[in-house]
């Protein structure tokens, strides 16, 4: 059995259900705050959209440690 595909196909996945519920948890957190602050709704939703940013890095991370250990 080939480790490095093991290797690729955990860092991919990991990353990509650790974005995912990482986003989910800040789109429930910043449509709750609208709903109780709708006039700071702006702020909220800038906020958040950053959030969504900084959170999506870690896919991409995963999938540049994938093919790193899918081609080393």
Known sequence: MDYGVLAAALAVGLGALGA???????????????ARQPELQGKLQTTMFIGVGIVEVVPIIGVVIGFLAFFA
């Open 20 to 34: 995912g519920i990482g986003n989910g948890m800040i789109v429930s957190k910043t449509i709750e705050g609208i």
